[in-house]
T-cell receptor, first 116, second 113 residues
Framework: SQELEQSPQSLIVQEGKNLTINCTSSKTLYGLYWYKQKYGEGLIFLMMLQKGGEEKSHEKITAKLDEKKQQSSLHITASQPSHAGIYLCGAYRTMNYGGSQGNLIFGKGTKLSVKP | DGGITQSPKYLFRKEGQNVTLSCEQNLNHDAMYWYRQDPGQGLRLIYYSQIVNDFQKGDIAEGYSVSREKKESFPLTVTSAQKNPTAFYLC????????????FGPGTRLTVT
């Protein structure tokens, strides 16, 4: 099974509505990254969370890392057509004892469409 | 402006030919990464480099090769041994291998026929 699960896989919302995307890990999260991608383009970095309970905002997008550090949610307030795209979460996976070296693994993404 | 550049944006090759994808960064990052993105599969790590003249295999390194002769450059060669080379390739970099912000380039779409 996928180590990092995103839900929903796709989402269609009316402009102005709020929405939430979830990212759930099968392991403790030491670093959680959120990206946005337009089709055929690179990933745009949105924010990175490290501590349980941490919450960060980028314009109308807010992400939170839950206390138990195995899930993150991305919330968009008053969605706009410019929010449409694919949202990907990435988790930091340690490669050594102490965690000073690691790579990112990614979920499969959530495709968001915003209807005007 | 600091960032990561990849060239070209689109690349077409005949089966059996090797092809090299370019990745350059001016962020002064030590760590660089190559990912492959296929529809429905998310991003998969091909190779990564923590420092100049050093690199390690990722999860799907077979059929690929890299070099890291300069800090700002991390080219990826897709060899004829790669069975399914058609994909979207993304380069990324981080300040170090710890929990730092990771940035991506615009990607190269490779089509092999």
């Amino acid at each position: 099974s996928q180590e990092l699960e995103q839900s929903p896989q796709s989402l269609i919302v009316q402009e102005g509505k709020n929405l939430t995307i979830n990212c759930t890990s099968s392991k403790t999260l030491y670093g959680l990254y959120w990206y946005k991608q337009k089709y055929g383009e690179g990933l745009i970095f949105l924010m990175m969370l490290q501590k349980g309970g941490e919450e960060k905002s980028h314009e109308k997008i807010t992400a939170k890392l839950d206390e138990k550090k195995q899930q993150s949610s991305l919330h968009i307030t008053a969605s706009q057509p410019s929010h449409a795209g694919i949202y990907l979460c990435g988790a930091y996976r340690t490669m050594n004892y102490g965690g000073s070296q690691g790579n990112l693994i990614f979920g499969k993404g959530t495709k968001l469409s915003v209807k005007p | 402006d600091g960032g990561i550049t990849q060239s070209p944006k689109y690349l077409f090759r005949k089966e059996g030919q090797n092809v090299t994808l370019s990745c350059e960064q001016n962020l002064n990052h030590d760590a660089m990464y190559w990912y492959r993105q296929d529809p429905g599969q998310g991003l998969r790590l091909i190779y990564y480099s923590q420092i100049v003249n050093d690199f390690q295999k990722g999860d799907i390194a077979e059929g690929y090769s890299v070099s890291r002769e300069k800090k700002e450059s991390f080219p990826l060669t897709v060899t004829s041994a790669q069975k399914n080379p058609t994909a979207f390739y993304l380069c990324a970099s981080r300040l170090g291998t710890g929990v730092y912000e990771q940035y991506f380039g615009p990607g190269t779409r490779l089509t092999v026929t």
